[in-house]
């Protein structure tokens, strides 16, 4: 009997990693995804109860939620130290924008990649479903996200397990918007996720996150479903 291959999700219970989910689960069956959330240390944990919800949503049986030691600190990234506020920007800026992100959290993506490598080989998964964007990658605002970044860690990753776990990014070449329309068409819960760099009750709508997020929902002529302070 053939041995059924697995694969080990990064979901933070945003937009992006929950399309990965989505697909992960579409290609794996939901029975073999293990889906792994990290908290790093930002200001708040809101997005893991929508992580929760979306594996919940989706019958992924397995949901690791683990913690990383306190290393960012103190490195200047609003996500994290409690005496920077987050960037409010419009799309226009968001664009424009170039050079390191302040939301940036320094090599964060290389830890979560090593976990997730990890957490696959405990577990036998052959696959990571990583959810890095065009976006986020563009002048260089989040250099974790870029191309060269991915391609050089699906390597080490691929060399360091023995030539057992491969990763994907699925998203690498879309923008929000589509991602977005990607979404749509392979049903996501856009309902459950959480983007938003506050945590509120309810989305702020003017951090840069949520001016992207907002952007890309009305780009693709739909209503955003999550509840905002300011649309």
Not at 33 to 60: D, M, P
């Amino acid at each position: 009997m053939e041995k059924k291959r697995k694969a080990v999700v990064l979901l933070s219970g945003g937009l992006d990693s929950t399309i990965c989910a989505v697909l992960a689960c579409r290609e794996f069956g939901a029975e073999n995804v293990i889906a792994l959330t990290l908290f790093y240390g930002q200001k708040h944990a809101r997005e893991i109860k929508s992580a929760e919800a979306v594996c919940e949503h989706l019958g992924i049986p397995e949901h690791y939620t683990e913690s990383l030691p306190d290393i960012f600190r103190g490195a200047g990234s609003t996500l994290v130290d409690p005496d920077k506020p987050n960037p409010e920007m419009t799309y226009e800026e968001l664009s424009q924008a170039y050079g390191i992100s302040p939301t940036y959290v320094p090599f964060r993506n290389a830890n979560f990649l090593s976990v997730a490598t990890t957490v696959a080989l405990v577990k036998e998964a052959d696959t990571i479903f990583y959810g890095a964007h065009a976006e986020d990658a563009r002048n260089w605002a989040y250099p974790d996200c870029t191309p060269e970044f991915n391609g050089s860690m699906a390597s080490a990753i691929y060399i360091g397990s023995y030539l057992k776990v491969r990763l994907v990014t699925p998203l690498q070449w879309l923008t929000k918007k589509d991602i977005v329309a990607l979404g749509i068409t392979v049903n996501a819960p856009f309902e459950l996720t959480w983007s938003c760099y506050n945590g509120q009750e309810k989305a702020c709508g003017v951090c840069s996150t949520c001016v992207g997020r907002l952007q890309a929902f009305q780009e693709n002529n739909i209503r955003d479903p999550i509840e905002y302070e300011q649309r």
